[in-house]
């Protein structure tokens, strides 16, 4: 597993040279964890997660909404995207996907994302074993959509989200925007595709967690301790990101397809890095996929991905169910299932 790592990352670096050769240095001290609305940069795909999250330049249709809202400017039939995931310390991630041609206006299109960690007891220094009480985390985002082929070989496209993160009783609300656009030299040929993501207002918590009791004068005789007040939370970002990539089809025999795809990504809240992998189908019935996340970061935590997928047909609907493993080093593997529905 070892040797295959290292192949896997020596080829892909020497093949995307081009593409990060622009990229400052990582500095010293990054911006981890300043942004909020994180669980907006879980990927929801699990073919494109299973090929590296490689997605930005691949025409995808439903599945590439994420990386790229351009990517939905082809879709011509009804379709629709429902994926679980089994995050890290069993947090359920689910996420919904539904698009709606439009005819010559373009393509509508809609999702919802929704992160939720289950009850977890609150304990205190005082009570560490527990209060009796229960809290909950959950974060969701409602985002609406539209793409549109401006010609047979560039589309753009736009989602606008609505994103709530809660914690108990104290909530942060916010409004992002993704912005994309896929240049295609040939439908068969070379795919160049860039896209903004996350891009909106910054955020606070509020709410009655946030609220206390505080003692004015301390230590002086015949004061109230119990003073009403709250705590002020400072505005956070959101974590923007911005992805350029390229993807090549191939066809070494006339029932396979191979498609090769790279992505370099800059975010605001990490360093740089590039994402790459390598997806093989036959007869457009199975596909085997291969994918590499975060070449050249060295802090990052994510790693291998493999996945697999099939297609097929029931009455009038198209479907494919994907699957996808992926390596996230010291916090575990993840698990991601998608099923995809055309009519």
Same mark, same amino acid.
Not at 68 to 89: E, K, S
């Given at each position: ?49 299973? &090929?590296?999250?490689?997605? =930005? @330049?691949?025409?995808?249709? $439903?599945? *590439?909404?994420?990386?790229?809202? %351009?990517? #939905? ?17 069993? &947090?359920?991630?689910?996420? =919904? @996907?539904?698009?709606?041609? $439009?005819? *010559?206006?373009?393509?509508?299109? %809609?999702? #919802? ?28 985002? $409602? ?38 656009? $896929? ?161």
């Amino acid at each position: 597993m070892g040797r295959m790592r290292a192949a896997l990352k020596a080829g892909a670096v020497g093949a995307l040279l081009a593409l990060v050769a622009p990229a400052a240095p990582a500095p010293a001290q990054t911006r981890t964890g300043t942004s909020v609305g994180q669980f907006m940069l879980i990927e929801p795909s699990a073919r494109f997660t299973a &090929i590296g999250n490689a997605g =930005v @330049a691949v025409d995808g249709g $439903l599945d *590439g909404a994420y990386y790229n809202p %351009a990517a #939905v400017g082809r879709i011509t039939r009804l379709a629709f995207q429902l994926t679980h995931i089994d995050w890290l310390a069993d &947090i359920r991630y689910d996420y =919904v @996907a539904t698009a709606i041609p $439009l005819g *010559g206006w373009g393509i509508g299109f %809609a999702t #919802v994302t929704s992160l939720n960690s289950g009850e977890i007891d609150v304990r205190t220094v005082a009570q560490p074993l527990g209060t009796g009480e229960r809290y909950t985390v959950s974060d969701i985002a $409602l985002g609406l959509g539209f793409a549109r082929p401006i010609s047979d070989r560039f589309s753009a496209g736009l989602q606008v989200r609505y994103v709530q993160e809660t914690i108990w009783h104290t909530s942060a609300d916010m409004v992002t925007f993704d912005v994309g656009s $896929l240049y295609r030299i040939r439908p068969d040929g070379l795919h160049i595709g860039s896209s903004i993501t996350n891009f909106g207002t910054s955020a606070a918590f509020s709410g009655r967690d946030l609220r206390i009791t505080y003692d004015g004068a301390p230590g002086q005789s015949g004061d109230n301790s119990t003073l009403p007040g709250q705590r002020f939370v400072e505005d956070h970002p959101v974590p923007v990101l911005f992805r350029v990539g390229v993807g090549l089809p191939w066809r070494p025999a006339p029932e396979w397809r191979i498609w090769f795809s790279a992505d370099a990504h800059h975010p605001n809240f990490n360093p740089e890095r590039v994402n790459a992998g390598v997806e093989a189908t036959f007869r457009d019935l199975a596909s085997l996929r291969i994918g590499y996340q975060g070449l050249l970061h060295e802090d990052s935590e994510e790693g291998l991905a493999l996945g697999a997928g099939f297609r097929g047909q029931l009455q009038s609907f198209d479907y494919r169910v994907d699957y996808a493993w992926s390596d996230h080093g010291r916090l575990g593997d993840v698990h991601r299932l998608t099923l995809a529905l055309l009519h």
